[in-house]
């Protein structure tokens, strides 16, 4: 992975405190793929972006 691209951080280099209790570290769904909409919808809760976070990290 190139420096940078941490979609955790969002290749800022910082993560709020806050965004830990909200998305885990380690969630699969969580990836550099996701469009600025998709990340924004996870990272506030959106039920239909937590159905497919659930259901990815059932079948990957």
Same mark, same amino acid.
């Given at each position: 992975m190139d420096s940078g691209s941490? *979609?955790?951080c969002n290749?800022?280099?910082t993560v709020k405190a806050d965004?830990?209790? &909200?998305?885990a570290v380690d969630a699969t769904y969580l990836t550099i793929d996701l469009s600025a909409e998709e990340r924004?919808?996870?990272?506030a809760r959106? #039920? *239909?972006m937590l &159905?497919?976070? #659930?259901?990815? #990290?059932?079948? *990957?």
């Open positions: 941490c *979609t955790y290749g800022k280099g965004l830990q209790s &909200q998305i924004r919808k996870l990272i959106d #039920e *239909t &159905q497919r976070a #659930e259901y990815h #990290e059932i079948h *990957t």
